[in-house]
């Protein structure tokens, strides 16, 4: 094959040399984000304008900026149509790449404006304006939700950022309300996964809002679309939005390059190839390579340049030729490619054989009418019959003579690119004998695929003697082009191995496959060529025509080594077409000029390179786009080009709709691919530019993937340290020197947002980005690809990211803490703080300290797995700053005062139950302050309370209060919240912790006691100060004393447990104490009942037997009976002791409140008053009772023991041996006074009966 730039024209060649040479400079001096500047022209005509007009200095300054600006824009726009037009092709035929499908599907990224709408319907739902029915623990739950979290700057700079998409809000919301769900109890018929879907149901419909609810769906799944595969239109219009290229410059590139025609396509990529493999033999011979590590690599890379084109060669030959013709099956050529696609025009390449140029051809016959048909009557009836001479004959349906038309069409099939069509109409026969229809007329037609295909009138042959002279048909004939026909038509040709003839035959241009291509010369009815040449290795061109040969006006020829073949046409449109379609067929690089064209575009004589394409020559130059649509691909720096794309590209993926973090679309993905694989851009420069544009959005705020930046630099660590899948390739000096550069620079980066994790990656967002993060900082830290980095130096750098992250943090958290106190309070009062101030600024503090512990934990602590000890020195670190705060605050708090506690609670509540901080540094800390504070206030309270003891019980009016009195009352409370106060500061340090429950348990049973012993001696003082008659009532101040008692005994176990040795014993004393104490008032008060009885029986003893009183009374009475009526004595000593015992058991009962007491007092005061009885009745058993004691007895000790059965006095006791020596003596004084007394008991008896009342 010729070399492309054999037959350029010089000038040609200098314009594409300069246009290169200018992209070389602009791409290395140039900014990132601008495009290459001018050249400047040292004899530009601003310097002689200036001395014309002599303008002042900055008149000419101001002039020549804007002169610069009009041609760095003028640069820039032509750059971009240069790079378009690459593009374009890329699209209109990609033979390397697909759109992958593969790709996690990105989601709709969130605005601010979205965002504030989002927090208005939840603040909505919050305030009850939204018709969503829910209870009280999901409302708590997106309460927590939109403070936490809506609420956040950090989240509002994550969407600003355009990094936060719905499902990023869903998840956060969902992982919230998981540990919510998990800690509510268990509920019967109702699972927590149900009660998980019912939330984020309502979740989703407070997100969606009423308005949103039917729209969403639809709009969700277009987006899904359009995310996933973009059809070749929607390309074309996303690089022009890309590159900012007007629709009518986008039209005018399409049409000049014929990105519609895939052959023309094809033709571009077979010369674009032959190019590039051209500028490696030129570079191999010139010895000009790139500064590689190694001079061993110049030879590897120009092995490189030649292996890649092979594969792009590869690729193009295994694409189909066309996707139609099912019929059309092609022959594989079986070439090797290191032989066939470099060394083309080989001789020994494999030939093509007639049968693989076999083509298929549809024909579609029409029959529309006959016209002349005068020899048939008119009601005859007519039809007609079509064939392709070798294939079946079909039939017209049946019409009379008179309207002979049908229009009936009929589908062939054939092989022969010059098929024989006959179309004969017959009449049917009537004759009885006639075995065949007579035939009127025929015609034979010789349709190609060039022939005309609309409807035409044709002479048909009519037999001899028919009257129908003037006979004819009128029919169509539609020839098919079979997708790998490129062109045909009739040549005259002459060649020195094929066609030795100069004479006109009909040819047809076949493409076998994408390398190869015949020209094969067919006669008619053949399906075989007669003659065929490939025309790999030939060169097309028109030429002047040949004198000695008759035929042919027009001429042109193919030439190759040793061989030229001479061909002619009729006129010069079939000329320009053949050489159109053989400069594809052959992948020359020369571009045929026909000299008319060569004469008007360069009057003065020359070659000049012209579009391929004249249809659309004149209007391309017209609008300017020739230079661009004609420039050779193989001159440009397409490393600089394409670096300049995906920074286009990635600009205007962040800024699109999505929230990619710096994915490109698959219809991205797919266009860069393409174009990097066509145009020879190194993987590792595409990867290294690719790293710096991420980096360099991530330095400016966007969120970028983390495991996006991983893939690209291990990609380029590989390429660089020689350690690459696909073995070792050349590594330049450039390459080497940026990746160190871009591994600098990524470090830094990720050592920056490891310090700022909780803003980076807020709530963990994006998921898993900081655990990718991490890994990646491995992978950098790494010397080589292969030599992994041990631990501990990764260990020693997370180490000092995160103690710069406390700072960062801490600062932060300090400064938002202000912002909320200045909005609360003044700035006046700010200033003068009081210490009550500066404690609750410090509680406040110590809140969000906690708060962000525990995001941290909860969000980022999974990501730290690897090392959750450095996560805990993080947290130490970041206490150790509110440690300064704190101590500040405390040491301005006045002595002896408590209300920093709450502050100690917050604090220790939340380190004792971590693991790694339970005890740590800050904690010992926190303890050490708070330790004598807790022991001075334990002191303080312990006198305090010993001295209300002393003062309380001297002046208690025992009046009944809750369950004893007022001191009692209050020594106990206050016993008890100051335990509990201990015990809710869950003192971590367990021997502290342990001394202070030993102290307050010893505490209160010294008080206990103490109390016990006052209420004891102020019981026996008050008991001495009652009477002891009948009308004694126990006073309610003696059952306050007894209930202390009780609710001492009481306390004592809940005040006074410790479990264990000394303290159990000590316990132990305090308990028997109170027993014992109670006992006492016991027996002190059943004697003071008891004394009662004595009393009563004193008064019978006037009646003994013997005495002087009852020997008087006798006596009176007996006189006085004689003349009046005598009362004799009555019951009411009886009632009155039987009322006594029985209000004070009532006033017991009342008053008192332990049952177990009141039984024991009971059984005492029975047992006590039968004991009495018994002895008072001993000392008389040798006396007779007087009647009046014989009633009274009988009457008390009856209702005695009726009362206390009763009152729940046991059997054993109420039958007990004295009772049943009462009850015998009572029995026997009754039965003498029966018999001796005539008057009787009156009714009263020892017998159990109920007629007695009261």
């Known amino acids: 094959m010729l070399d492309p730039s054999s037959s350029e024209e010089e000038s040609d060649e200098l314009l594409d040399e300069e246009r290169r040479d200018a992209l070389l400079a602009a791409g290395g001096g140039s900014s990132p984000r601008s495009l290459p500047p001018p050249p400047r022209d040292p004899r530009g005509r601003e310097g002689g304008a200036g001395r014309a007009a002599s303008p002042s200095p900055s008149v000419l300054s101001e002039g020549r900026e ?75 739950a997106v309460r927590s939700y939109y403070e936490v979290f809506l609420k956040s700057d950090r989240v509002a700079r994550m969407v600003h950022s355009g990094g936060c998409s719905a499902n990023d809000f869903r998840d956060v919301f969902k992982k919230n309300i998981e540990k919510r769900v998990r800690s509510l109890p268990e509920i019967d018929g109702l ?130 030729v066309s996707k139609g013709g099912p019929e059309f099956k092609l022959q594989k050529l079986k070439r090797s490619q290191n032989s066939a696609f470099l060394d083309i025009g080989d001789e020994n390449e494999v030939q093509l ?28 009836i007519v039809y007609c019959t079509m064939e392709v001479e070798g294939g079946e004959k079909l039939q017209t349906d049946q019409a009379e003579a008179s309207r002979p038309q049908w229009g009936t069409q009929g589908d062939f099939t054939t092989t022969h690119p010059r098929p024989v069509v006959k179309v004969k109409l017959f009449t049917e026969s009537t004759g009885v004998l006639a075995l065949e229809d007579k035939e009127l007329g025929r015609v034979v037609l010789y349709p190609t695929s060039n022939s005309s295909k609309s409807p035409d009138l044709h002479k048909m042959i009519v037999p001899k003697n028919s009257q129908d002279s003037d006979l004819k048909i009128k029919l169509a004939v539609r020839m098919d082009k079979p997708p790998h026909m490129k062109h045909c038509g009739y040549l005259y040709a002459l060649g020195q191995k094929v066609w030795k003839r100069w004479k006109k035959r009909y040819f047809v241009l076949v493409q076998v496959s994408q390398y190869t291509f015949a020209m094969c010369s067919y006669r008619e009815k053949k399906s075989e060529p007669q003659e065929l040449m490939q025309l790999e290795g030939y060169t097309v061109d028109y030429t002047a025509p040949h004198t000695g040969l008759q035929g042919g006006r027009m001429f042109f020829n193919a030439v190759k080594e040793g061989d030229t073949v001479i061909f002619a046409s009729d006129d010069e449109q079939d000329r320009i077409l053949w050489v159109q379609a053989m400069y594809r067929a052959t992948g020359q690089s020369y571009k045929p000029v026909p000299a008319s064209q060569a004469q008007k575009m360069n009057p003065k004589g020359g070659d000049v390179s012209a579009d391929i394409s004249p249809l659309y020559t004149d209007r391309g130059q017209k609008h300017g786009m020739e ?50 694989a066509r145009y020879g851009v190194r993987g590792c420069h595409r990867h290294l530019c690719y790293l710096n544009e991420l980096i360099e959005h991530s330095e400016n705020g966007s969120v970028i993937d983390p495991t996006l930046l991983h893939y690209s630099f291990a990609f380029c660590a590989s390429h660089v340290h020689g350690n690459r899948p696909d073995g070792i390739g050349t590594v330049s000096v450039e390459e080497k020197e ?75 958290l300090t400064e938002y803490a202000k912002i909320e106190a200045t909005a609360e309070k003044d700035s006046e009062a700010m200033n003068q703080a009081t210490p009550a101030r500066k404690l609750e600024e410090v509680l406040h503090l110590a809140e969000l300290c906690i708060e962000v512990l525990q995001q941290n934990e909860e969000h980022h602590s999974e990501a730290f797995a690897w090392w959750p000890e450095l996560l805990a020195e993080h947290a130490e670190k970041f206490l150790s700053l509110y440690s300064v705060d704190m101590d500040s605050a405390l040491e301005a708090q006045p002595q002896d005062s408590w209300d920093s506690f709450p502050l100690f609670q917050l604090l220790n509540n939340s380190l004792r139950n971590d693991t790694f901080l339970c005890n740590g540094k800050f904690h010992k800390h926190l303890q050490e302050i708070f330790v004598p504070m807790v022991i001075r206030y334990i002191d303080l309270m312990e006198s305090s309370i010993a001295q209300s003891i002393h003062r309380g019980l001297e002046q208690e009016s025992w009046q009944p209060v809750n369950n004893g009195s007022a001191t009692s009352e209050d020594l106990f409370w206050k016993l008890d919240a100051l335990q509990m106060f201990v015990f809710d500061l869950h003192w971590p340090e367990p021997e502290f912790a342990h001394h202070l429950e030993q102290r307050l348990k010893l505490m209160a049973t010294d008080m206990i006691e103490a109390c016990v012993k006052r209420t004891r001696i102020a019981f026996e003082v008050k008991l001495q100060k009652t009477n002891k008659s009948t009308d004694l009532r126990i006073p309610s101040s003696l059952c306050t004393m007894f209930n202390v008692l009780v609710d001492a005994k009481k306390q004592t176990a ?24 109670v006992k006492e008032i016991i027996s002190l008060l059943v004697s003071k ?81 039968m004991k009495v009885i018994c002895m008072w009745l001993a000392d008389r058993l040798d006396l007779q009772l ?67 009342e009261g």
Not at 355 to 370: A, G, Q, W, Y
Request: hydrophobic residues 40%; charged residues 30%.
């Open 1089 to 1169: 009942v008891v004394s009662v009885l004595e009393g009563v029986l004193s008064k019978l003893s006037r009646y003994d037997e013997g005495t002087f009183f009852s020997s008087l009374v006798s006596f009176t009475v007996k006189a006085a009976a004689k003349y009046v009526d005598v009362p004799k004595p009555g019951m009411d000593l009886a009632d009155t002791y039987i009322m006594f015992v029985r209000q004070n058991q009532d006033i017991l009962r009342e008053k008192v409140n332990e049952e177990m007491y009141i039984e024991k007092l009971f059984d005492q005061w029975y047992s006590g008053s």
């Open 1186 to 1252: 007087h009647i009046y004691q014989l009633k009274t007895l009988i009457k008390i000790v009856k209702k005695t023991y009726r009362d206390f059965r009763l009152q729940g006095v046991m059997e054993g006791t109420l039958n007990s041996k004295t009772y049943d020596t009462v009850h015998s003596r009572l029995t026997v004084e009754e039965a003498t006074v029966s018999v001796t007394d005539a008057g009787g008991l009156q009714g009263i008896t020892m017998k159990d009966s109920d007629e007695e």
């Open 627 to 676: 230079e661009f649509i004609s420039a050779n691909p193989c001159k440009f720096d397409h490393a600089f080009l394409f670096q300049l794309l995906q920074r286009q590209t990635l600009d205007h993926r962040l800024n699109d709709s999505y929230s990619c973090l710096g994915w490109f679309s698959p219809g991205q993905v797919f266009v860069l691919d393409e174009y990097c």
């Open 66 to 140: 804007e002169q610069e600006r009009l041609q760095r824009e003028e640069r820039e726009k032509r750059l971009r149509l240069q790079l378009y037009v690459f593009i374009a092709r890329c699209i209109a035929h990609p033979f390397n790449a697909k759109q992958p499908t593969d790709m996690a599907r990105r989601q709709q990224k969130l605005n601010k404006q979205q965002l504030q709408t989002l927090k208005e319907r939840f603040q909505a739902f919050l305030n009850g304006e939204t018709q969503i029915v829910a209870d009280e623990a999901f409302c708590n």
């Open 1054 to 1077: 809940k005040l006074c447990i410790l479990e264990g040795g000394q303290e159990q014993q000590y316990h132990s004393k305090i308990d028997d104490l109170v027993e014992e104490t």
């Open 738 to 812: 940026r990746f160190e550069e871009i591994k600098d620079r990524l470090s830094s980066l990720l050592e920056n947002q490891i310090s700022h994790f909780r803003y980076c990656f807020p709530f963990g967002r994006p998921e898993g980005a900081l655990k990718a993060t991490l890994s990646l900082l491995e992978r950098v830290l790494m010397k080589d690809i292969a030599t992994p980095i041990p631990a501990e130096e990764v260990k020693k750098v997370v180490r000092k990211c995160l103690e710069k992250a406390a700072l960062i943090n801490y600062t932060r």
């Open 191 to 320: 699972s927590k996964e149900t009660v998980l879907s019912s939330w984020l149901a309502k979740y989703d419909a407070i997100y969606r809002g009423e308005e949103d609810f039917c729209k969403q769906p639809n709009r969700m799944a277009l987006s899904a679309v359009s995310e996933l595969i973009l059809s070749k239109e929607q390309l074309y219009e996303m690089f022009q939005q890309i590159l900012g290229i007007k629709k009518l410059e986008h039209q005018l590139i399409y049409n000049a390059c014929q990105l519609d025609n895939a052959d023309e396509q094809a033709a571009q990529i077979r010369r674009e190839l032959d190019g590039r493999l051209q500028l490696a033999e030129q570079m191999a011979r010139e010895r000009k390579f790139p500064k590689f590590i190694t001079r061993e690599m110049e030879n590897m890379y120009i092995e490189e340049l030649r292996s890649s084109v092979n594969l792009l060669m590869a690729n193009l030959e295994s694409l189909p």
């Open 353 to 380: 054989s007639k049968s693989d140029v076999v083509l298929s051809f549809t024909l579609e016959i029409v029959i529309m009418e006959v016209q002349g048909l005068k020899s048939v009557a008119p009601n005859r």
